[in-house]
């Protein structure tokens, strides 16, 4: 069974930094592409980062290109979003999702606020 | 950048209705195009993969149809368990986009 767990959301300050964490299993990791997609309160879906089976390639949304980084652990089925410069905007629940996004966690809720 | 513009943005609809949801796409992404039924609290589902693919263990139906830049999702008979929000995304080209959601509501 395909599993997505993620961790690390809490209560941070504007300016902050927070790093996520999604651990896998029931499937073949490093096959994968692994991406980051979160819902800020009321709106809708946003697909916010990208990273390869190896590790190669990262993509990233403009809203946080240069705050946010993707990567990934392949032995120990794990991506991770390390978010720096954190801004009240960025308030949402975040998820991991596998692939051309088959698979979803169950998302971890990021604050920020002063 | 792909921009996916959906629509309507909401609906009412009651059960057993026959509802469609279109999303059209800024350019051709051919057929790189999932559908995705999101309820409050939970993690969001694909309905559909490769704009007409049925993703397993999902109802018959829900369909999807189109290619290039015009997509649909089709509920032929609404039942009280569809009442959420659908998303279409792109995955043709980063980066990756969502159509801006609608939501399915009971009349």
């Known amino acids: 069974e395909v599993q997505l767990a993620e961790s690390g959301g809490g209560l941070v300050k504007p300016g902050g930094s927070l790093r996520l964490s999604c651990r896998v299993s029931?499937?073949?990791?490093?096959?994968?592409?692994m991406n980051w997609v979160r819902q800020a309160p009321g709106e809708g879906l946003e697909w916010i980062s990208s990273i390869s089976g190896t590790g190669t390639y990262k993509s990233y949304a403009g809203s946080v290109k240069g705050r946010f980084t993707i990567s990934r652990d392949n032995a120990r089925n794990s991506v991770y979003l390390q978010m720096n410069s954190l801004r009240a905007e960025d308030r949402a629940v975040y998820y991991c999702?596998?692939?051309?996004?088959?698979?979803w966690g169950q998302g971890t809720l990021v604050t920020v606020s002063s | 950048d792909i921009q996916m513009t959906q629509s309507p943005s909401s609906l009412s609809a009651s059960v057993g209705d026959r509802v469609t949801i279109t999303c059209r796409a800024s350019q051709g992404i051919r057929d790189d195009l999932g559908w995705y039924q999101h309820k409050p609290g939970k993690a969001p589902e694909r309905l559909i993969y490769a704009a007409s693919n049925l993703q397993s263990g999902v109802p018959s139906r829900f369909s999807g149809s189109g290619s290039g830049t015009e997509f649909t999702l089709t509920i032929s008979s609404l039942q009280p368990e569809d009442f959420a929000t659908y998303y279409c995304?792109?995955?043709?080209?980063?980066?990756?986009?969502f159509g801006q959601g609608t939501k399915v509501e009971i009349k």
């Open positions: 029931g499937f073949t990791f490093d096959s994968y592409t």
């Open positions: 995304l792109q995955h043709n080209s980063y980066p990756w986009t």
């Open positions: 999702a596998r692939g051309v996004i088959d698979y």
